[in-house]
Structures are given as structure tokens and as C-alpha cells.
């Protein structure tokens, strides 16, 4: 919260914002930090093709490892990885040919990751191999 306390401030002083006297700090901060969640969240969704709809309910249940796939969901959320979205991003990062088995174990364990941690950039260094 205080690494987006901080962006946030660094906005307002690059004149990115109009402030509202009506509104509180706490509610442009949590306004911001929604913005900035469901950017990652969009990326995520480009990247792998998954249904955003799905992810974003399930991100919203504030799931642990261990309850994740209560009621098939993290299941029912893989079915919708796009395979070719995210063949193609994992090659891009490896640098080479990946065969699907590899694809789906990679787009599994990032989506659960992203899940668990309520979401975080995405940075190539954290999936090549």
C-alpha cells in the first residue's frame, strides 16, 4: 500500500490528477489502487487469453493455496487459457519452441501465482523457466 501511496503521490505532482476537496486522500488511493490492479489484471488477460470475468471473481473470493480450486473454480478459470495467447508468450520469454504440456504447466502456475498474490506486474524474469 505505501509502494502505491508513493506512485500516486508522484502522479499528483506531475499534475496527473484533478483534486477533489469533496474527496478524501484514502479515497483517491483506493480508487488508484483499483486502476492499477485491474491494469495488471488486464494484462494478464492479454497475455493469456483467460476469461477476465472468472479471474477477477475469483481474485475476489481472497482465496489460499489451499482452497483455490474449492468448487473446480481455479479448474473451471485454466479451462479458458488460450492456448495459442499463451504458447506465444512463453516461447517469446524462453526464446524457443515449448510443447503444449510445458505451455499449460507454465500458464497454470503463473495464473495460480498472480491469484494467490492479488495480483503483481508482470515482469519476463518472472516466468522464463
Known sequence: MERIAEIFLHEIQ???FQIDAQRTFCEYLTDYQDKVKDQKIATLVALLGIDKAKLVVLMNTHVTEANLNEYGRFDDLKA??????????????????????????????LLQRF????????EETDYAS
Open 14 to 16: 506531475r499534475g496527473g
Open 80 to 109: 479458458t487459457i488460450g492456448k495459442q495467447k499463451a504458447k506465444a508468450f512463453f516461447e517469446a520469454l524462453e526464446g524457443q519452441p515449448l510443447p503444449a504440456f510445458m505451455v499449460n504447466i507454465k500458464a497454470a502456475s
Open 115 to 122: 491469484i494467490l498474490e492479488d495480483g503483481f506486474e508482470l
